[in-house]
């Protein structure tokens, strides 16, 4: 029986995906949940499984093509009687494939030092050739002799040396030489949908300073504390604190359709962390933080980091984003403009942390731990005052995180 795999709306607005990858080609057996593709949509990295064992036989796109939604994918044949008929057939090229593989490593490994040392002592030489390999550090087994029975001379040696400078040469030219490579995959979907939201939304940026001196001695503290369940960063306690101020500013956790017709005020706190992730910028978000503690949503930030750092990630943890986090301290930098993860209506860019001089109460100079933030907002949806208001209350609790207690649930 032949079966069409359509591929299905993935939602958030994707409408196609470009295929990466195929994992197999037309004629092959295959498993049900046998990985088939690689298709990457502007969140992430996709793997496409099979919900069927059978035959392979239609790819209804190349590698680089863009698939479209509700369109067929790939086509394969369920039929048990072709299953059957050709299990002797697959099970022998398989053995043959897996032969030819295990013949090829070998081919490539390579041997350990002793191994060399011992194929070295083999070979058929005079004591001054093998001095003059060892100077080089050479394998005289992988240097073919000219001499009677294959005799290594020393002149095959400097032969050898000859050619692996032309090899280096070569490398450092091929180095040195202009690349270009297509832009495919998260970057360009990426691209594409950070260009429509910088030419449909009216950005406006908001810029300020937070002293997290007292936020980063708690940090150390809860490290300690809790080093044995979890790795506890900054960012738990920079996700909850935002959270807390999410609670009494709800217009920052809204969203717009795309006509610009209705606002809606999300109840969830679906917190997004922008992470440099292999294939290109991924935003995971941790949902409901309002309901979570700062361990839990440090076990996420882990948890969702490692996943978008691979490039395969579930696309639920992708979907559903409210506001969104970008560290870019975490590289470097002081402060950003970055740029709005639409459909939300804010981001904010954490600029790296710096110890700098301040004045105490009494005026004498500190040494305190400062941060810049560099907040964007949707002007059609945020005025300046509500930007600034809202950052003060997040700021507060950060300068003074015990005051996060007597608002917690």
């Not at 604190?241 to 017709?261: C, K, Q, Y």
């Not at 949503?297 to 979907?319: F, H, K, P, W, Y």
């Amino acid at each position: 029986m032949k079966r069409e795999f359509i591929l299905p709306d993935i939602g958030e607005g994707i409408v196609e995906c470009e295929v990466l990858e195929w994992k197999v080609k037309e004629g092959d057996m295959i498993s049900e949940d046998q990985v088939i593709a690689d298709v990457s949509t502007d969140k992430a990295v996709v793997e496409i499984p099979s919900m069927y064992s059978g035959r392979i036989t239609k790819l209804y796109y190349a590698d680089g093509d863009i698939a479209k939604v509700h369109s067929p994918l790939f086509a394969i044949d369920t039929d048990e009687e072709a299953l059957d008929s050709n299990s002797s057939e697959s099970v022998s090229e398989d053995s043959e494939v897996n032969e030819a593989a295990e013949l090829k490593l070998e081919l490539v490994r390579q041997p350990s030092r002793d191994a060399r040392e011992n194929q070295s002592s083999k070979v058929l030489t005079t004591p001054a050739v093998r001095k003059l390999a060892r100077e080089y550090e050479l394998d005289l087994s992988m240097i073919s002799g000219t001499g009677k029975n294959g005799r290594v001379l020393k002149e095959d040696v400097h032969l050898y040396l000859n050619t692996l400078e032309k090899a280096s040469a070569q490398q450092i030219t091929a180095r040195n030489k202009d690349r270009t490579e297509a832009i495919v995959g998260v970057r360009k979907i990426m691209a594409q949908h950070m260009s429509k939201s910088v030419s449909t939304i009216p950005h406006f940026t908001f810029v300020d300073e937070i002293d997290v001196t007292e936020l980063v001695q708690l940090r150390a503290q809860l490290k300690d504390t809790y080093a044995d369940q979890v790795k506890i960063t900054l960012m738990p306690l920079l996700i909850k604190s935002l959270s807390l101020s999410l609670s009494e500013f709800p217009i920052m956790n809204s969203r717009v359709n795309d006509d610009f017709t209705e606002l809606t005020y999300v109840a969830s706190h679906n917190v997004g962390m922008a992470v440099d992730g292999r294939n290109g910028l991924l935003v995971p978000n941790i949902k409901d933080v309002q309901t979570r503690s700062i361990v839990e949503i440090a076990a996420e930030v882990s948890r969702l980091t490692d996943a978008a750092r691979s490039g395969i990630i579930n696309l639920e943890e992708l979907r559903g984003g409210t506001i969104t986090i970008s560290n870019i301290g975490a590289i470097g930098g002081i402060s950003a403009a970055p740029i709005i993860n639409s459909p939300e209506v804010a981001i904010v860019a954490l600029g790296k942390i710096q110890d700098l001089p301040r004045f105490g109460n009494n005026n004498q100079v500190l040494s305190r731990k400062i941060m810049s933030v560099s907040w964007s907002g949707d002007h059609r949806v945020i005025d300046g005052a509500t930007i600034a208001r809202f950052n003060n209350c997040w700021k507060a609790y950060l300068e003074s995180p015990g005051t996060m207690l007597a608002t917690m649930i």
